[in-house]
């Protein structure tokens, strides 16, 4: 089941602005990167991937198991992984 929020129209203008300051920003696979090299995470989507039982590599198919996951975090890591092309046979 959904969640339904409400926001004004102010705050959705807002998020209206800051989606469209993300989406050009060129720098966001880098950026990101970096951040999980700092946050010291690099890998650990792969290793759940392997505790799963879809092999040393990550996979589309892992990916949609993880992006039906109860865990929060692994959606994200999931969802992380699709966005960048992270996985193998994903187009360069």
């Known amino acids: ?14 998020l209206i602005k800051k989606v469209i300051s993300e989406a050009g920003d ?7 990167t970096k951040e999980i090299e ?9 290793k759940w991937c392997k505790d799963h039982g879809f092999g040393e590599e990550v996979t589309l198919k892992c990916i949609n ?3 039906k996951s109860n865990d929060s975090s692994v959606v994200k890591m999931a969802n992380f ?12």
Do not use: D, W
């Open 1 to 14: 089941m959904k969640k339904v929020i409400r926001l004004s129209e102010n705050q959705l203008q807002e």
């Open 38 to 46: 700092k946050k010291g995470t690099a890998g650990k989507f792969g």
């Open 65 to 67: 198991k993880g992006l």
């Open 81 to 92: 992984a699709k966005n960048i092309g992270g996985y193998k046979g994903a187009e360069k």
């Open 26 to 32: 060129k720098n966001f696979i880098q950026k990101a």
